[in-house]
């Protein structure tokens, strides 16, 4: 029986065969690296998803943007009901790192505000990569970043059957021990509650549901799934696995070692500073370090412990964070949960048996490879001046290398790969054709001011967008700086149209909001910078206005150009206006890719007699998770 088991209401068609039929051919082949190059509404992730219907493997996609991974989130739910699909990025919805500027004397503490609802499907994807095998993750760059040891948070979970011998007692010290907090108030996740002998816990990759574990005569005597909001009973359980309410978990004897390795380290550093005359640095370093310690050695926690996981995983210096990828490594092991819980560790590791998707490769590459210099430099700062230990430097994403070593056979997918995603690539397949039969949109250039009408390209994005609004579709404007897009906005919504923006600072969940609205016309003009550009699915957009074309730039270059212009490309009334006052190369090669393509699409729509429709997609909330600030307020990682 397959692993996955695909649902669609329709078979895959135009370019989508042949590409489908040779990546499959190339993962049997084994083929390290291969290239999906479709345009922009050819249906790649479709074709994705048949691709994986065909495998008996984990799959990781891997998105640029958090935007982006919601729909591909989406889309693969849909696609795959009946398994496994999770979501896995940043669960920060406000994120100041910890800094230290030395010209101002000014140290900048860690500030975030944590969204709890990501926070849970983050859980959620770890369990079940812990737990099962037909799993699709769906993430952010985010999955590079360190996540604790996969095999202690396996080895931590609590496996619980009913008959099990076990008092109340030590089912409440053992779920301490993973982590989660006692009340005696209402339960949330990762918090349990004791009423007699009877144990209600959420789990911290839940909160529709809590259990009720009742223990009679030292022993399980049922465990029972609880709606959290009417408190009634939805199903009687033979056994429940109860994961770690943290990611960063020790057990003891791994902390017992770690305390004396942080200890060592804090001397030699203490050693060094004092040698040099540096005793603010020393005496800051000693006050914190040793706090830490004492919350380690009491709560198995502490503000900032991500810092010490290097100690607390018992790596070398300069060894790979464990990572998301991690826990997918581990879901090679032999042995699965909940068989054999205790053992996993003395498992050896076969070579990485999960496929990953690159989504957007030309934007997710270079940003994976830039990440781990930004936060190298950051940390050396701190460390230099007593504020942490030299080990936080392994507290950071992985390299660009260690990446590939840890992944396996992988697809790039994008409508304008990279030199390097085609350079590495075994072989590349081409999805030009659109099953729908639509056209990539025709491109007009206009001036950025046009002297003949005394009209600037301001005013003219008014006139074709209130034309736009009228027939009831969208526009989407691009502009090259936030600040632009903010101020055109506001003059837009002063101007009367219906208008919102969209950048790099707004929140995760409020641009998924923002998409879904702009697609039920709620408004009907979207101006934004970057994060318009790869992937979003937008049948309602008919125009795509791109402001000072001319500006060469990463911006403006041939790749950016394309994809911006592919937002255009689902719907069959869609167009492109370029504003620019001369025609630069970016322009030139952008314009001739598009035109190339529209003519292989006319050949074949004329060919089989298609005509073509705009993309029908039935509009859905991308994420079931509310976009308010933490209930709670700003709230500390601990």
Known sequence: MALFKLHSDYKPSGDQPQAIKKLVEGIKKGYRYQTLLGVTGSGKTFTMANIIAGLDRPVLVLAPNKALAAQLYQEYKTFFPQNSVNYFVSYYDYYQPEAYLPVTDTYIDKEVMINEEIDKLRHQATGALMSRRDVIVVASVSCIYNLGLPLTYAESALHLEVGQPITRGDLIKQLVKIQFSRTTGLLKRGVFRARGDIIDVMTAGGDKFSYEIIIENQKIKSI?????????????????????????????????????????????????????????????????????????????????????????????????????????????????????????????????????????????????????????????????????????????????????????????????????????????????????????????????????????????????????????????????????????????????????????????????????????????VLVGVNLLREGLDLPEVSLVAILDSDREGFLRSEQSLIQTMGRAARNVSGKVILYADNITGSMKRAIDEVERRRKIQMEYNKENKITPQTIKKEIKKLLDIETKENKNGKSKID
């Not at 025709?442 to 950025?448: D, L, N």
């Open 224 to 524: 029972l799934a609880i709606d959290a909001l009417t408190r009634t009973i939805k199903e009687e359980l033979k056994d429940i696995i109860i994961f770690p309410s943290k990611h960063f978990v020790s057990s003891e004897p791994q902390m017992k070692e770690a305390l004396k390795n942080i200890k060592e380290e804090l001397k030699e550093r203490l050693d060094f500073f004092r040698k040099n005359g540096l005793l603010l640095e020393a005496e800051r370093l000693e006050r914190r370090t040793r706090y830490d310690m004492e919350m380690l050695k009491t709560l198995g926690y502490c503000h900032g412990v991500e810092n010490y996981s290097r100690h607390l995983t018992g790596k070398l210096a300069g060894e790979p964070p464990d990572t998301l990828l991690s826990y997918f490594a581990t879901n090679d092991l032999e042995a699965k949960l909940p068989r054999a819980l205790g053992s996993l560790a003395s498992k050896s590791r076969k070579a990485p048996d999960f496929l990953t998707i690159i989504d957007e490769s030309h934007i997710a590459v270079p940003q994976i490879r830039g990440m781990y210099e930004g936060d190298r430099q950051r940390k050396q700062t701190l460390i230099e001046f007593g504020w942490r230990l030299p080990s936080a430097l392994d507290n950071r994403p992985l390299k660009f290398e260690e990446l590939e070593k840890i992944t396996g056979q992988t697809i790039f997918t994008s409508a304008t790969p990279g030199k390097w995603e085609m350079e590495q690539s075994e072989q590349v397949a081409e999805q030009v054709i659109r099953p729908t039969g639509l056209i990539d949109p025709p491109i007009e250039v206009r001036p950025v001011f046009d002297r003949k009408l005394n009209r600037s390209q301001i005013n003219d994005i008014m006139e074709e967008a209130g034309g736009i609004a009228k027939k009831g579709e969208r526009t989407i404007v691009n502009t090259l700086t936030k600040k632009m897009a903010e101020e055109l906005t506001e003059f837009l919504l002063k101007k009367g149209f219906k208008a919102k923006y969209m950048h790099s600072e707004t929140k995760t969940l409020e641009r998924v909001e923002i998409l879904t609205g702009f697609r039920k016309g709620e408004f009907d």
